[in-house]
T-cell receptor, first 112, second 113 residues
Framework: EPEVTQTPSHQVTQMGQEVILRCVPI?????FYWYRQILGQKVEFLVS????????KSEIFDDQFSVERPDGSNFTLKIRSTKLEDSAMYFC??????????FGPGTRLTVT | QQQVKQSPQSLIVQKGGISIINCAYE??????FPWYQQFPGKGPALLIA?????SEKKEGRFTISFNKSAKQFSLHIMDSQPGDSATYFC????????????FGQGTRLTINP
């Protein structure tokens, strides 16, 4: 069964450093998403991406964040200058033709 | 208005019992309501979803009940099993367009053997 994959599973970085989180969505899906979950809290929407552009973004998704689909399979989230409060689990999701969103296993980002 | 409120925060049910988790929303534009199951260290997995044209949807032991006038929906897990122990999130979105999911706070469900 096709699934969303994410790398790395855990990323540790120092405050102020840039990180890139990578995702491979399910191959025939057209809508892609990033969500985050701070430890013990609910899952929060960051951004949706369709047809090579952002379709919607939350107030969390400020100028420090960017997304890209550099090729036909990868979907990336870049945080330019990480802050302590960026520490969270980041989930990529992709949407099927039946409008169901499937989540990857997540990347745990720890900013020290 | 974008919030989805979920209760209870935690729930303990005996094996074989019925687990019930409730959610309420404010935004009347929401018209898609999925439930996700999350095990520790894993991503949320889609369990079951409903649209407001029906008041109930059943898949195996899982049932969503939907009350459009009250703006509430709930998940019922029949014959709860220890393997059902997980965190459950309700969510809501607008079916068309970007369909960003707004999640509830989550319910940690424990099924005692």
């Amino acid at each position: 069964e096709p699934e969303v994959t994410q790398t790395p599973s855990h990323q540790v970085t120092q405050m102020g450093q840039e990180v890139i989180l990578r995702c491979v969505p399910i191959s025939n899906h057209l809508y892609f998403y990033w969500y985050r979950q701070i430890l013990g809290q609910k899952v929060e929407f960051l951004v949706s991406f369709y047809n090579n552009e952002i379709s919607e973004k939350s107030e969390i998704f400020d100028d420090q964040f960017s997304v890209e689909r550099p090729d036909g399979s990868n979907f990336t989230l870049k945080i330019r200058s990480t802050k302590l409060e960026d520490s969270a689990m980041y989930f990529c999701a992709s949407r099927s033709a039946a409008y169901e969103q499937y989540f990857g296993p997540g990347t745990r980002l720890t900013v020290t | 208005q974008q919030q989805v409120k979920q209760s209870p925060q935690s729930l303990i049910v005996q094996k074989g019992g019925i687990s019930i988790i409730n959610c309420a929303y404010e935004n009347t534009a929401f018209d898609y309501f999925p439930w996700y199951q999350q095990f520790p260290g894993k991503g949320p997995a889609l369990l079951i979803a409903i649209r407001p044209d029906v008041s109930e949807k059943k898949e195996g032991r899982f049932t969503i009940s939907f009350n459009k006038s009250a703006k509430q929906f709930s998940l019922h897990i029949m014959d709860s099993q220890p393997g059902d122990s997980a965190t459950y999130f309700c969510a809501a979105s607008i079916w068309q367009g970007a369909q960003k999911l707004v999640f509830g706070q989550g319910t940690r469900l424990t099924i005692n053997p």
